[in-house]
């Protein structure tokens, strides 16, 4: 298990550090995924994890769901609160990675909180090596915490498929974007996409893994300039596509994964 986070580890900081902003119509913006009580999950992200509630989006009755971020950072993480809370087994994997520079200083609060926070110091090559941590919200989502210099900022989103060549093949047709670094082992299958200015998605393909249920909510929001020319893709592959209004439409992956896309307005 430590081998394998070396390898994810190393991967990321590679990829966080090598990419700058790209002129490219699609940016992604926020990692998402259910919680079941709001106010607790708002607590840990902003008393725990050291982020700050950056908007919040509601539907009166249905909705809830608050922006967690650092300030100005436009990357960030959406905490569905449904008013139906949705009752499915979460994933065992990290499902966004967060960078901060002092990991010291979240676990201290996470210890006084009884919170665990299991932290390793990894190998990333050249004699160089990167502290994590991984934790559970308190909705069981998994999040990873990777110690870099500069300023803290979620760095990307992980889509837990059951097929990688298959999710590739949506990514690459869908969003015209060119597959990044992939890493194979004998416990797993993931691939890199760059959105610009360092933000991720990857398509993390477990081996030797029962899939567990999908999530009918997004999991990742990817604002697009070419949202038309998007949306005719995703009418073409004839996967599952829920469109609301002429700005936003939920788009299935081929594991069940739903991708928001929104218009971006440049």
């Known amino acids: 298990m430590k081998k394998a986070l070396a390898i994810i580890i190393c991967s990321i900081v590679t990829f966080t550090l090598t990419f700058s902003a790209l002129a490219q119509p699609h940016e992604l913006r926020t990692t998402k995924f259910t919680v079941s009580d709001v106010d607790a999950a708002v607590a840990f992200y902003r008393d725990l994890v050291g982020m700050e509630e950056v908007g919040r989006f509601e539907v009166p009755g249905s909705l809830t769901e608050p922006f967690m971020g650092f300030g100005e950072g436009i990357m960030r993480v959406g905490l569905l609160g449904y008013a139906k809370i949705e009752d499915i087994e979460k994933t065992p ?21 009884s919170h665990s926070l299991n932290i390793m110091s990894v190998d990333v090559g050249d004699g160089n090596s990167v502290r994590i941590g991984i934790t559970t919200d308190p909705s069981g989502n998994m999040i990873e915490l990777v110690e870099v210099d500069g300023p803290p900022k979620v760095a990307g989103a992980r889509l837990i ?11 690459v047709r869908v969003f015209d974007v060119t597959p990044g670094r992939r890493i194979v082992t004998e416990s797993f299958d993931e691939v890199f996409f760059d959105f610009g200015d ?14 567990l249920p999908k999530s009918e909510n997004p999991v990742v929001a990817i604002y697009s300039s070419a949202f038309d020319v998007v949306l005719g893709r995703v009418k073409a592959g004839g996967l599952g596509l ?3 209004g002429s700005g936003m439409f939920l788009a299935n992956d081929p594991s069940g994964n739903v991708v928001e896309v929104v218009r971006r307005q440049d």
């Open 93 to 113: 994997h990290p499902v966004s990675v967060v960078m901060i520079p002092d990991i010291d200083a979240v676990a201290a609060r996470m210890e006084s909180a």
């Open 161 to 171: 498929v059951e097929d990688r060549a298959a999710a590739e093949e949506f990514f």
């Open 198 to 211: 360092g933000k991720f998605v990857a398509l993390y393909e477990p081996k030797g893994e029962a899939p």
């Open 242 to 244: 829920k469109e609301y």
